[in-house]
Nanobody
Framework: QAQLAESGGGLVQSGGSLTLSCTPSRFIFAVADASWYRQAPGKERELVATLARGASGNTTYADSVKGRFIISRDNSKNTVYLQMNHLKPEDTAVYYC???????????WGQGTQVTVSS
């Protein structure tokens, strides 16, 4: 079964930066739609950013992170990143990588990585 390996979480002060990485073990990320979600304690999982498959690489962001977070993909490393800048305490959550492959449709989740932003 395909797996997504995440890394890069940790503890950072407000205003700091972190970059999360997500690497699949059994498929090429360039042909998948990638996204990052997060879930804070007591809250529902929310979509943070998306990155379309292929050459278009269209991106979307939640309003709460727009202008601060950047989702990107390095095809040479088969890795998707979430660069998080100007972090705020309200960004504290477990962040999950998600990938959707098509024909047939199937999706995969990472195990989650904790991001904690101290004030």
């Amino acid at each position: 079964q395909a797996q997504l390996a995440e890394s890069g979480g940790g503890l950072v002060q407000s205003g700091g930066s972190l970059t999360l990485s997500c690497t699949p073990s059994r498929f090429i990320f360039a042909v998948a739609d990638a996204s990052w979600y997060r879930q804070a304690p007591g809250k529902e999982r929310e979509l943070v950013a998306t990155l379309a498959r292929g050459a278009s690489g269209n991106t979307t962001y939640a309003d709460s992170v727009k202008g601060r977070f950047i989702i990107s993909r390095d095809n040479s490393k088969n890795t998707v990143y979430l660069q998080m800048n100007h972090l705020k305490p309200e960004d504290t959550a477990v962040y999950y990588c998600h990938a959707v492959l098509w024909l047939p449709t199937r999706d995969y989740w990472g195990q989650g990585t904790q991001v904690t932003v101290s004030s």
